[in-house]
């Protein structure tokens, strides 16, 4: 079979982070073509991937003829832009999070992948913590019966370290909300399904980040309602948990509570959930069974490396595999869209002081 040729559009952090080591586990796929605006990122990228053709325009990537398939890892404002120039040109697209400044954006999105019959997915990474796997499989499964409950919780403390254009709306759209809740509404949607109204608060703490203007928040909490059950949700996510740490080491709690128990993940905790059920006085800790530490069809070793970034590598593996197997990614643009119609309700709720029913 001809592999399958993959396009970069961003080739900053998160591509040599995460979406370089996680095509080098796929066998049937190349990297054969990299774009930045940025000469200089994109020289070192060239450099460390051995990949010759560059460019500083997306629009000669989508056209080159042995690009298959291309991950969008730009700043947010011109993910849809760029996605829809592939998916016209018939590529396949995995697009980081959050895929597109609004719903409206997130949407066209998602039809047009649908239309051109392209493969499409949202770089959600978080779902591919084995903790995760195994709590929304548990869930799945009836193992907490219905919930009452859904708790998300993100702290971390960036201080008032600049963030670039993370911290400048026109260029991110959000800031915490998009940034890091994103990844936690997706969570709620994973094990709950769909948030039917919500209620947003947000601050902003610091308007200049080293010298830089910033005008998007540092702080957002969400109080939500799901359609299941009436349960309810509560999201918080921050950038000024003094003294809590960031990134991988640094809190991510989530925790759903049902009529018959209960589940917590950490992701400081990859390989292990804790859990409890009805009649128990509390958490006890168990590890992820083995069928679950890696994406099925995955050549990663599960018990090689840092766990607390390896399973990031397997987002990759589900997009090439789908190519592959001519199905559905998951998650998917949709996937992506329903969290973009929460965060626009967020951003709804914290305009104008109300609950706000999502689209
Ligand atoms: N899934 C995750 O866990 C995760 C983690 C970090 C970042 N992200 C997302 O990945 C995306 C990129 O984040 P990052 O941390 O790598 O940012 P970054 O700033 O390190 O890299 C972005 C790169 O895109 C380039 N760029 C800007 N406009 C461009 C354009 N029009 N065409 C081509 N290149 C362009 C920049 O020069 C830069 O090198 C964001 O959407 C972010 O939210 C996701």
Known sequence: MKPIGVGIVGCGGIVLQNHVPGLALCPEARLVALCDTDAGVLARAGQQTGVG??????????????????????P??????????????????LCEKPIAMNYAEAKAMADAAQKAGVRHMTAFTYRFVPAMRYMAHLVKAGAVGEPYHF????????GTRAVGWRQVAKLAGTGELGDMLSHRIDYAHLLLGPIR????????????????VSDLEDWIGIMAEFARNRASGMLESTKVATGRGSGARSQDYCEVNGTEGSIVFQLERPLEIQVTKQGEAGLRTIPVPEEFLKWPGSA??????????????????????????????????????QAQAVMDAAVLSIRDRRWVDVA
């Open 151 to 158: 708790r998300s919780c993100r702290l971390q403390d960036w």
């Open 53 to 74: 053709a560059m460019t500083l325009d997306y629009r000669e990537l989508v056209a080159r003829s042995e690009v298959d398939a291309v991950i969008i890892a730009t």
């Open 76 to 93: 947010n404002f011109v993910h849809a832009p760029i996605a829809l120039a592939a998916i016209a040109a018939g590529k396949h697209v």
């Open 197 to 212: 109204r919500l209620v947003a608060d947000d601050r902003r703490f610091h308007d200049v980040r080293d010298g830089q």
């Open 300 to 337: 990663r070793d599960p018990h090689a490396g840092d766990p607390a970034f390896t399973f990031r590598y397997d987002q990759d593996v589900e997009f090439i595999q789908a190519i592959v197997e001519q199905r559905p990614c998951v998650p998917s643009f949709h996937d992506g869209a």
